[in-house]
């Protein structure tokens, strides 16, 4: 069982940067892949960013590509989304993800993750 608790949302002007931390407890995290989703008012879950066990492996949905970036820190049981140049379309629900298939890359799939957390909320103005 893990525990994922997501902070750092907030209230944030287009083109201002923005860091999502996400805090796990329970079992070592390294044992999971990592990712970011987001939900947006009337609309599906989506994928944001994943990252595999030992942080050597990223990816990211096009839309995030080049401004957000992934990463953990194991030893700390942490996992973070550090977002640039905001966009409005960026305004969701962030919520961390852990992954417990033995896969040796993460998946981008919200069904291939196993534990969520409760979701920070972003939102981007104009």
């Known amino acids: 069982q893990v525990l994922l608790v997501e902070s750092g949302g907030g209230l944030v002007q287009a083109g201002d940067s923005l860091r999502l931390s996400c805090a796990a407890s329970g079992r070592s995290e390294s044992n999971y892949h990592m990712g970011w989703f987001r939900q947006a008012p009337g609309k599906e879950r989506e994928f944001v960013a994943t990252i595999s066990r030992g942080g050597g492996f990223t990816m990211y949905a096009d839309s995030v590509k080049g401004r957000f970036r992934i990463s953990r820190d194991n030893a700390k049981k942490m996992l973070f989304l550090q977002m640039n140049s905001l966009e409005l379309e960026d305004t969701a629900v962030y919520y961390c993800?852990?992954?417990?298939?033995?896969?040796?890359?993460?998946?981008?799939?919200?069904?291939?993750?196993?534990?969520w957390g409760q979701g920070t909320q972003v939102t981007v103005s104009s």
């Open positions: 993800a852990a992954s417990a298939a033995s896969t040796i890359f993460p998946t981008k799939r919200a069904a291939g993750f196993d534990y």
